[in-house]
């Protein structure tokens, strides 16, 4: 199990609409166009969210979609079984 959590607590974000997207690719040479998985944060928020295992190698993308600074943290935790 993946677990990722984003944060945008920090004080210099400014951005009110931000998405993290979790990208994956079967070879890691080859990416996804459109997110595996993809969650949005707002400013001052923390959230927690998980993405089922599956692809061999993921990566995360963030995107402002109102224009401001984000200073977004992303934490990955991977739960073994």
């Known amino acids: 199990m993946i677990v990722i959590?984003?944060?945008s607590t920090h004080p210099s974000n400014n951005s009110e609409d931000f998405d993290v997207n979790v990208m994956a690719?079967?070879?890691?040479?080859?990416?996804?166009?459109?997110?595996?998985a993809e969650r949005n944060i707002?400013?001052?928020e923390v959230k927690t969210f998980l993405?089922?295992?599956g692809p061999e190698k993921i990566r995360l993308r963030g995107d402002s979609n109102?224009?401001?600074a984000g200073y977004i943290t992303a934490r990955?935790?991977?739960?073994?079984d």
């Not at 990955?76 to 073994?80: N, P, R, S, T, Y």
């Open 5 to 7: 959590q984003i944060d």
């Open 25 to 36: 690719s079967l070879d890691g040479e080859t990416w996804d166009t459109i997110p595996y």
């Open 42 to 44: 707002g400013d001052n």
């Open 51 to 53: 993405v089922n295992p």
């Open 66 to 68: 109102d224009g401001k």
């Open 76 to 80: 990955v935790h991977i739960i073994e």
